[in-house]
T-cell receptor, first 118, second 115 residues
Framework: DAGITQSPRHKVTETGTPVTLRCHQTENHRYMYWYRQDPGHGLRLIHYSYGVKDTDKGEVSDGYSVSRSKTEDFLLTLESATSSQTSVYFC?????????????????FGPGTRLTVL | GNSVTQMEGPVTLSEEAFLTINCTYTATGYPSLFWYVQYPGEGLQLLLKATKADDKGSNKGFEATYRKETTSFHLEKGSVQVSDSAVYFCALTLNYGGATNKLIFGTGTLLAVQP
């Protein structure tokens, strides 16, 4: 299994509160991604990172921010959570060169975080 | 724009039946194509991939062939097992390299295999 962990795995919060989700990798991959999974939509990209302190927006970035101060950690923050952000959030990693069991340019996913905003 | 369309589920089969899950795509350029599988309560796992036309990806008895002429990447398995019950996602990336390989997913197809 890819060395990707996400924390917390489950969280219930109230509308208007800030929430931070953490993705941690032990594979030293350069690229990291945050997706959300919703019924009828598959997975949609929120933000991604192509290096420490280098990030960019994805398809559904409104209401989210990210930070990457170390190669191994990629944080997703909801500044003021809303009910529409209730979802399952997945982190993924990739690297342009294959190494070991990892194919180049293929994304490998963490176990997910289920977030409920009441 | 770039998009992936896959058949809606759920697909319900008996054990040892033949499986096909259809996937078609629209893309500018030359995409790489993927099938990911999500077992209940878990994250997505790469099942197979193909990076150019006529390539066949295969893994765990599943196969898919990259068909440029029909813009398709249908998933097949000759004999499904109960343990194959999961959600299957078709996806593509455009080959710009690195982080710009943003995955574009289909909506997923739930497969339920009955004993």
């Amino acid at each position: 299994d890819a060395g990707i962990t996400q924390s917390p795995r489950h969280k219930v919060t109230e509308t208007g509160t800030p929430v931070t989700l953490r993705c941690h990798q032990t594979e030293n991959h350069r690229y990291m991604y945050w997706y959300r999974q919703d019924p009828g939509h598959g997975l949609r990209l929120i933000h991604y990172s192509y290096g420490v302190k280098d990030t960019d927006k994805g398809e559904v970035s409104d209401g989210y921010s990210v930070s990457r101060s170390k190669t191994e950690d990629f944080l997703l923050t909801l500044e003021s959570a809303t009910s529409s952000q209730t979802s399952v959030y997945f982190c993924a990693i990739s690297e342009s060169k294959g190494q070991g069991a990892f194919s180049p340019d293929t994304q490998y996913f963490g176990p997910g975080t289920r977030l409920t905003v009441l | 724009g770039n998009s992936v369309t896959q058949m809606e589920g759920p697909v319900t089969l008996s054990e040892e039946a033949f499986l096909t899950i259809n996937c078609t795509y629209t893309a500018t350029g030359y995409p790489s194509l993927f099938w990911y599988v999500q077992y209940p309560g878990e994250g997505l796992q790469l099942l197979l991939k193909a990076t150019k036309a006529d390539d066949k990806g295969s893994n765990k008895g599943f196969e898919a062939t990259y068909r440029k002429e029909t813009t398709s990447f249908h998933l097949e398995k000759g004999s499904v097992q109960v343990s194959d019950s999961a959600v299957y996602f078709c996806a593509l990336t455009l080959n710009y390299g690195g982080a710009t390989n943003k995955l574009i997913f289909g909506t997923g197809t739930l497969l339920a295999v009955q004993p």
